[in-house]
């Protein structure tokens, strides 16, 4: 029985998609098979990962952070991994290499510890871990189809200008941003609402931000007062 084809797998480009329901980004994956023969069809699985760790942030940037990683004070170098979408596509038949484009959805609602994170970033590159896995169809050398498993090791990386992302964003969202809530709490933040005559969700979040930061000001103050006394 013959073995199964090596393959070498490499990330080509992003670009974001033009015509998409959601926020889309364009993955462009160059699939080749080492020696040059044939493959029937792939079936890839592809992991996409926030290498967070991979890129430095200014003080701003870590402040926002700690946000996602649940820690106060961040090092650049201790941030674990994002995970950003796992996507499945269909490889036809090629020989020697071939492209396929996988579609990363970016809706708020998708990744949530993803999003926080895009959103933390002022500038710069999102350093970007690719891992790849499935199952690779091929002819025998007695031409029966054979076939063979991709393992995890074959990786690829890549640098998403944020840049990219946020004009992405704004194409669909503009300067809003998706807030999800369960039932029970939407319900009591529209009741809130009718009951301070609020016109819109903006103005009632707006106010209850503004209370907890008097209560949150007054609180700082009278300990002050206490501990100078």
Not at 5 to 29: K, M, W
Not at 197 to 220: C, G, K, W
Request: contains cysteine.
């Amino acid at each position: 029985m013959s073995a199964p084809p090596e393959l070498g797998l490499d990330l080509l480009g992003i670009e974001a998609e033009t015509f998409a329901a959601t926020p889309t980004l364009n993955l462009r994956i160059g699939l080749r098979r080492l020696d040059g023969g044939p493959v029937q069809c792939v079936l890839l699985t592809t992991t996409v990962t926030i290498a967070a760790s991979r890129r430095s942030y200014d003080d701003a940037e870590r402040e926002r952070l700690a946000g996602v990683f649940g820690e106060p004070d961040v090092g650049d170098r201790s941030l674990h991994g994002l995970t950003w979408g796992r996507i499945g596509a269909t490889v036809p038949t090629f020989r020697g290499d071939a492209e396929v484009t996988l579609a990363l959805a970016c809706g708020h609602d998708m990744q949530v510890a993803a999003d926080r994170y895009l959103h933390a970033l002022r500038g710069g590159d999102v350093p970007l871990d690719l891992t790849f896995n499935g199952t690779v169809f091929y002819p025998g050398e007695d031409g029966r189809l054979r076939t063979g498993q991709i393992p995890w090791h074959h990786e690829a990386t890549g640098r998403l200008p944020v840049q990219t992302w946020r004009d992405l964003m704004d194409r669909y969202y503009g300067a809003a941003r998706w807030l999800r809530l369960d039932d029970d709490c939407f319900a009591r933040l529209a009741a809130y609402r009718a009951r301070r005559a609020h016109s819109s969700f903006d103005d009632t979040v707006d106010e209850l931000l503004r209370r907890a930061e008097m209560l949150r000001d007054d609180r700082e103050l009278r300990e002050e007062e206490e501990w100078t006394a």
